[in-house]
């Protein structure tokens, strides 16, 4: 081999291997959330009023506090010492009050475990409503430098929410700009992730379209992000549905463009904590519920009426169209159509064309 391509002593440049060996793994990103949060990146959660930013925020927090999966499904795959919020929006007791109901949210059973310790590990910058500016209105992250070098145990620092932390005009380029090469800076020198809280455009409303440019403000906004996901909140405001809008990192099948079906469910109705999970799509959630109807009346056979109390009209024709319901011949003279659950139904593949779409069964009442 000529000795031009072997490797040369050279000032100016550095291999990647080098790299990998000084972040302490392989060249694959590896992840404090599994596919929503990359170790090492800037990342962009956006979402509409009330959907559930922080609220997302916050259980991650105590996921990776405790490792546990987000929503029951995320994977943790190490567990980290402390999370850091810079609060911008919240005073102290509305804070708290957040973490409170996000633990909670985690559904955690262990006698041993020590819910005062898991406060004590999310640390706040200040006490509430910081922003990151200085005496003369300049970006300024050295008290952000200065608490994550008092505290070395932090995994993620959180930011909610851009525009309020930061005290800056979102539409400006230039000072979004200057505020993500900040945060570069803190990133690269204390290899921390960094999440962001974000709004979407008020005229947008939030519950149709995934595209970057419903964010407020400056494209760059979501082109200076490793990583943006859009929480999209459902008929009732809380978040519905998580959107993998953007990755510089795709990992085990997931590139952008994917979607998880998100929920809050309080956990009695005298509280407001709520367990956030993953939700199993809403036409998999009718087929568990016809199923269950034809095991509770244990009947073969169930008329059009009758189905259509249990799981609504557009889902039964859904399913009679994909022969998951098959008609029974009527009786000579009969008018009533019943129908049947062949064994082992299962409901088909999409192929583009969904036999049960979220607004199509809302009449399902599950």
């Not at 949210?105 to 200085?134: A, N």
């Not at 953007?246 to 407001?272: F, H, M, N, Q």
Request: aromatic fraction near 6%.
């Amino acid at each position: 081999m000529d000795d031009a391509w072997m490797p040369q002593d050279d000032p100016d440049c550095t291999s990647l291997l080098d790299i990998a060996d000084g972040m302490g793994g392989s060249p694959e990103t590896n992840f404090l959330v599994e596919h929503l949060i990359p170790t090492r990146q800037l990342v962009l959660f956006s979402g509409p009023s009330s959907a559930g930013k922080t609220a997302l925020a916050f259980h991650i927090a105590g996921a990776l506090l405790t490792r546990r999966p987000v929503a029951d499904y995320f994977d943790v795959p190490r567990l980290i010492l402390q999370v850091l919020v810079v609060n911008a929006e919240m005073n102290p007791a509305e804070l708290l009050q957040y973490a409170n109901r996000s633990i909670a949210g985690l559904d955690l059973d262990d006698e041993h475990f020590d819910w005062d310790g898991t406060l004590d590990r999310i640390q706040t910058l200040g006490r509430g409503r910081e922003t990151l500016r200085g005496l003369n209105g300049e970006i300024d992250v050295s008290r952000l430098h200065r608490a994550l070098t008092n505290h070395p145990g932090v995994g993620l620092v959180v930011i909610d929410s851009l525009r309020a932390a930061f005290a800056i005009d979102e539409n400006s380029a230039n000072e979004i700009v200057e505020a993500y090469g900040k945060l570069r800076e803190i990133i690269d020198e204390f290899g921390v992730s960094i999440l962001i809280l974000h709004h979407l455009r008020k005229s947008q409303g939030g519950y149709s379209g995934n595209r970057g440019d419903r964010v407020a403000g400056s494209g760059y906004i979501v082109g200076g992000a490793d990583t943006h996901i859009q929480i999209d909140p459902g008929p009732k405001g809380f978040m519905r549905r998580l959107s993998l809008q953007k990755t510089r990192t795709p990992s085990k099948g997931v590139y952008a463009g994917t979607e998880w079906g998100i929920e809050g469910t309080l956990t009695d109705t005298s509280s407001s904590f709520r367990i956030i999970t993953t939700a199993a799509p809403k036409r998999d959630r009718v087929l568990d519920k016809l199923t269950a109807h034809y095991r509770t009346v244990g009947s073969t056979t169930q008329t059009t009426e009758e189905l259509n109390k249990v799981v609504g009209r557009t889902a039964r024709e859904k399913f009679a169209k994909r022969g998951i319901l098959l008609e029974v011949p009527r009786a000579k003279g009969s008018r009533t159509k019943s129908w049947t659950l062949p064994p082992g139904a299962a409901l088909p593949d999409d192929d583009g064309d969904p036999a049960l779409s979220e607004a199509s069964a809302d009449d399902a009442e599950c």
